[in-house]
């Protein structure tokens, strides 16, 4: 029998986690990671609900359940990063980091503290094979495979690591949820980032970063409308930018966020979902990270560049410890500097890195 430690987040993914682990005769021991000090965002951000739902999920279970507060790592790792990464005009993603720095670090080490022999996650992800050649799959349900989001993981972090739903489909894993009579059966799927919580994103970041109002503007310079600050936009955006029924537009056409200039803080903005400046056939990356051999160039491969995208197929042009270049078969559509790419050889996830920009032929 293993000592087995659980990130409980108060949902069901982490809850039937731990009841499978149990029911199969491990220890369990539920830890719930506070990684913000919610201060007056507490309304937004229902940390202590989500507690007070892991203690009702630890009753049940007839499990111990600790608080860990891991606010000063995810501060120091994760948020400042992020900041940062707005600042220069990119469009983050913390979720990767917190895996990464946070859940497989800073939590595995406090586990292991604990006497664990492992910790398990709710995520919907698989392993495979041992240790230095262990692999990272895809979870079975397609609709909530979340390996993109662990792609930064390395050899020594999962060979501690346990999926437990990584091979079920996510009504199933409700349906045992209901069963085993957890308190959390039908609580929603948390969305979005936990430090912002429902409060409006933009209201959220002006309280760190100052705001830089700026021209948006078509390609060919025409002044369109008025941004706030480039790191309130993302590319792709379509929502917000409230040029909508402009005169001299082409009727029925959105408007969406195409480029920034940041020397001159514009928001390049095109008309037409494909308009040519929001397709991409070729992109660069860093700050790469492979869970086992690296692609090799030249070879064909699957990538993500955000979460739920369907494989893209591509063409690794090049790559060093440092650099990768990818070439998509078939364009791809607002691939935005700041965020991930990850890339899968079927079902295997292979790793990836940051990306740096993208280039059309």
């Known amino acids: 029998m293993s000592r ?27 830890v719930f990671m506070k990684n913000w000090e919610a201060d007056d965002l507490e309304d937004d951000c229902p940390i202590a609900q989500d507690f007070r739902d892991v203690l009702a999920i630890g009753e049940v279970l007839g499990i111990e ?18 900041l940062d990464e707005y600042q220069a005009g990119r469009t983050p993603n913390p979720d990767v980091l917190c895996n990464a720095e946070i859940k497989f670090k800073a939590f595995l080490d406090h586990a292991v503290s604990l006497g664990a022999e492992h910790i398990a996650t709710g995520h919907y992800a698989r392993l495979e094979g041992e240790t230095p050649n262990r692999r990272l799959l895809k979870g079975v349900d397609g609709n909530k495979d979340q ?11 999962i060979a501690r690591a346990l999926f437990p739903l990584g091979d079920l ?44 109002p700026g021209d948006m503007v078509t390609p060919d310079g025409k002044v369109m409308g008025r941004h706030q600050g480039l790191m309130y936009h993302t590319l792709g955006q379509r929502k917000g930018l409230g040029i909508g029924g402009v005169k001299d537009a082409e009727d029925g056409e959105p408007w ?18 494909d308009h040519p ?38 063409v690794v042009e090049s790559i ?33 890195g940051v990306i740096v920009a993208a280039e059309r032929d």
């Open 4 to 30: 087995i430690v659980v990130g409980l987040s108060g949902g069901v993914d982490s809850a039937v986690t731990a009841w499978l682990l149990k029911q199969s005769g491990h220890e369990v021991v539920g």
């Open 65 to 82: 359940v600790e608080l860990v507060n891991f606010s000063r790592e995810y501060q120091e790792r994760v948020f400042a990063y992020f």
């Open 147 to 157: 390996s993109y989001f662990l792609y930064r993981l390395n050899q020594a972090q």
């Open 169 to 212: 489909p996510k009504p199933r894993v409700r349906e045992l949820a209901r069963q085993a009579g957890l308190p959390v059966a039908e609580k929603k799927d948390s969305t979005g980032i936990c430090f912002i919580g429902e409060r409006p994103f933009r209201e959220f970041l002006q309280r760190y970063l100052p705001t830089q």
């Open 256 to 273: 969406f966020a195409a480029g920034k200039n940041l020397e001159r803080n514009e928001l390049i903005v095109v008309q037409g979902h």
């Open 277 to 314: 400046l929001l397709l991409s056939s070729r992109l660069r990356a860093d700050q790469l990270s492979w869970i086992g051999p690296p692609p090799e160039a030249g070879h064909r491969y699957g990538a993500k560049t955000r979460y739920r995208q369907q494989d893209a197929a591509c």
């Open 320 to 352: 060093t410890a440092d650099a990768l270049v990818l070439r998509f078969e078939q364009a791809q559509w607002a691939v935005t500097p700041g965020q991930s790419v990850v890339l899968y050889d079927g079902d295997v996830c292979l790793g990836g």
